[in-house]
C-alpha cells in the first residue's frame, strides 16, 4: 500500500543501536525509498556498486515530534460513538474538535474536559488530568495504541481544512479548491527556495479543453516512537479524482505508472515538501497549532555514501524522467487518458 519506489535504494538505519527494518531510509539529498525487502537479486548488487567510502548524511522521512500537548485529560461519558460527540459540541456553541478518542465509557482528549464545551457533557468534577508522558512512555499496548490514535486525531485537526484525510484508505491529501483552480505550493527545499502543484488538472490528449482527471499530492503517515522519541514517517501517495472528490476509475492505473517512472529525488522531494507544510511556522497573524508540533527531518551520519550518479546511471529508459526531475517544480509529467 505503501510502496512508492519500483527501484529502491534502502539500508536499515540503527538508531541508538535498535534496527528499526520499517523505516524509510534515503541515500542522500537526491534519494529516498521503502525497505519493501523485495527487491532483486540484480537491483541489490546494483545498489551495492553504487556504494562509496565517502561520509555522508542520510536523511530519512522520520519527521520527529517536537512538542506535544503537556497534558491529557479524560472523564466518564455517556456516548459511544465519535460521531455522537460532535453535535453535542456544536449544540452549545463549541465547534467539532477532533483531537478526542472514546474507550471505555471515557473520552480522552488533549482538550481541557473542565472548560466549555466539554463542561457542557462532561462533569468537570470526575475530571482527570495525567502528563502527557504517562501516555507517550507506556509500555501497556492498549495505551500506547490509543495514544497513537489521539495523535491521529490531532494531526488532522492540524491540517484541515487545506489538508484533508482520505477516510476509505486512511492517507491526507491536498483537498481541492472550491472552483478546481490549481494549487501551487512555494516551499523551502533542501537546497533552495521552490514549488510544486499539489492539485492540478490534466486534460485530455485527444481534447485539451476537457480535464482527464485531478491529482492531489498525498502521504501515508504512521506515528512512530524510536527509543522514546515520537516520529511522524512520511511515505509520499497520490490521488486521482475526476472532479477534485469522486475518484478516477483509472486511478490505480494512474498510481502504478507514476510509481514506476519516479525516482528517489522525486520521492525525497515530496517528502521535504510534507515536512516544510507540517512544520509551524507561527506569525504575527497565524498561531501554532497547540496540541503537536514537528521538527526537521531526522538525519544520519554514515561512512558509505551513495553515489547517485552511478545509481541513475543504470536507468537509461528513465533518463527523461530524471531530467524532469530536476524541473524547478519538481514536478513529474503524467500521461493523459483520452477518456474518463
Known amino acids: 500500500m505503501n510502496d512508492m519506489n519500483k527501484n529502491p535504494k534502502s539500508v ?10 520499517s523505516t524509510i531510509i534515503v541515500g542522500n539529498d537526491n ?35 517536537s512538542e ?38 471515557e473520552i480522552v482528549s488533549f482538550h481541557n474536559l473542565k472548560e466549555h464545551p466539554w463542561s457542557a457533557f462532561c462533569n468537570p468534577k470526575a475530571v482527570k488530568v495525567s502528563p502527557v508522558s504517562e501516555w507517550a512512555d507506556t509500555r501497556d499496548q492498549d495505551k500506547l495504541n490509543e495514544f497513537i490514535e489521539l ?3 490531532a ?23 472550491p472552483n478546481l483552480s490549481p494549487i501551487e505550493l512555494p516551499y523551502q527545499s533542501l537546497k533552495k527556495a521552490t514549488s510544486r502543484w499539489v492539485f492540478r ?15 492531489h499530492s498525498a502521504f ?19 490521488k486521482f479524482t475526476i472532479n477534485g472528490h469522486m475518484p478516477s476509475k483509472y486511478s490505480s492505473s494512474l498510481l502504478k505508472k507514476i510509481k ?35 521538527g526537521k527531518l531526522r538525519t544520519f551520519e554514515t561512512n558509505i555514501g551513495i553515489n547517485d550518479e552511478s545509481w541513475l546511471g543504470r536507468e537509461d529508459k528513465e533518463a527523461e524522467i530524471a531530467q524532469a526531475i530536476n524541473d524547478s517544480t519538481n514536478d513529474l509529467p503524467l500521461f493523459s487518458f483520452e477518456s474518463e
Open 260 to 294: 514506476q517512472l519516479e525516482l528517489n529525488p522525486a520521492v525525497l522531494g515530496q517528502v521535504v515538501m510534507w515536512a516544510e507544510y507540517l512544520r509551524d511556522k507561527p506569525d504575527l497573524f497565524t498561531q501554532s497549532y497547540p496540541f503537536i508540533n514537528f
Open 220 to 238: 501515508w503517515s504512521q506515528f512512530r516512537r524510536f527509543d522514546n522519541q515520537w516520529f511522524l514517517e512520511i511515505t509520499p501517495h497520490y
Open 12 to 21: 536499515n538505519i540503527n538508531i541508538n543501536g535498535d534496527v528499526r527494518d
Open 201 to 215: 488538472d490534466y486534460t485530455k490528449i485527444s481534447d485539451k479543453t476537457k480535464t482527464a482527471y485531478y491529482r
Open 151 to 153: 495523535l491521529g486525531h
Open 68 to 105: 506535544i500537548s503537556g497534558q491529557i485529560y479524560s472523564a466518564p461519558i455517556n456516548l459511544t460513538k465519535r460521531n455522537f460527540v460532535f453535535p453535542k459540541l456544536l449544540s452549545v456553541g463549541g465547534k467539532p474538535y477532533k483531537e478526542f478518542i472514546l474507550r471505555r465509557n
Open 155 to 177: 494531526l488532522t485537526q492540524k491540517l484541515e481544512p487545506n489538508v484533508i484525510r482520505d477516510e476509505t484508505e486512511g492517507y491526507y491529501y491536498f483537498a481541492p479548491t
Open 31 to 65: 534519494s529516498l525509498s521503502r525497505d519493501e525487502h523485495s527487491a532483486s537479486s540484480s537491483q541489490e548488487s546494483s545498489f551495492q556498486s553504487s556504494l562509496t567510502q565517502n561520509k555522508e548524511t542520510l536523511i530519512s522521512n522520520l519527521l520527529p515530534i
